[in-house]
């Protein structure tokens, strides 16, 4: 078994801030995604990384950078934090390969004042 | 990339009957199914999936159907309890492997 953290839990930035979320993981899994949950629109792909040092867009990427500073570690930065912008960021992970399933994190909570 | 349709969004049915929940996707290179299940306050967890060489899957109450040809899958969960009361996500996974989309989600509330 394993265990994804996520830090910070809430985060309360103002608009046109630079945040920062992080992601940590002890699966010793390859792969690791970070998505945007918001009410009525699913799980939306902002960015994933198929191993350590690469880094891929999802259909949600702009607006957002990402780094996977190592196997264990993601990043995810929302680089102008848009006013009234209320929204549940998941990280998870998985292993490479078909057929694999994801993990979550607890998720971090986000609103821009 | 590729696109989830997921119906309804909402559903409400008394305790111990059943409930499905209808999903379509684009891809035909599509190959993987899974659903994930988000209770209130928790993380989504995958709860059962279906692979492009089935047409039926089943774990205790939990009943995944695919029709490739319809691009179609569904999940029915029979003699639902209150504790099926959640936010249940569909899937589909493309033909590189990993990388899932999916759908809007379905809240499902079972009544005593």
């Known amino acids: 078994g394993g265990i994804i953290t996520q830090t910070p839990k809430f985060l309360i930035g103002q608009e046109g801030q630079k945040l920062t979320l992080k992601c940590q993981q002890n699966f010793n899994h390859d792969t690791m995604y970070w998505y945007r949950q918001d009410s009525g629109k699913g799980l939306r792909l902002i960015y994933y990384?198929?191993?350590?040092?690469?880094?891929q867009k999802g259909d949600l990427s702009e607006g957002y950078d990402a780094s996977r500073e190592k196997k264990s570690s993601f990043s995810l930065t929302v680089t102008s934090a848009q006013k009234n912008e209320m929204a549940v960021f998941l990280c998870a992970s998985s292993i490479w390969g078909f057929y694999a399933e994801q993990f979550f994190g607890p998720g971090t909570r986000l609103t821009v004042l | 990339g590729e696109q989830v349709e997921q119906l309804p969004s909402i559903l409400r049915v008394q305790e111990g009957s059943s409930a499905s929940i209808n999903c379509s996707y684009e891809d035909s290179a599509s190959n993987y199914f899974p659903w994930y299940k988000q209770e209130p306050g928790e993380n989504p967890k995958l709860i059962i999936d279906?692979?492009?060489?089935?047409e039926r899957k089943q774990i205790q109450e939990l009943i995944v159907l695919l029709d490739k040809k319809a691009k179609r899958f569904s999940l029915h969960i029979t003699d639902t309890q209150p504790g099926d009361s959640a936010m249940y996500f569909c899937?589909?996974?493309?033909?590189?492997?990993?990388?899932?989309?999916f759908g809007k989600g379905a809240k499902l509330t079972v009544s005593p």
């Open positions: 279906i692979r492009s060489n089935m």
């Open positions: 899937a589909a996974e493309g033909g590189t492997g990993s990388k899932l989309s």
């Open positions: 990384s198929i191993t350590e040092n690469d880094l």
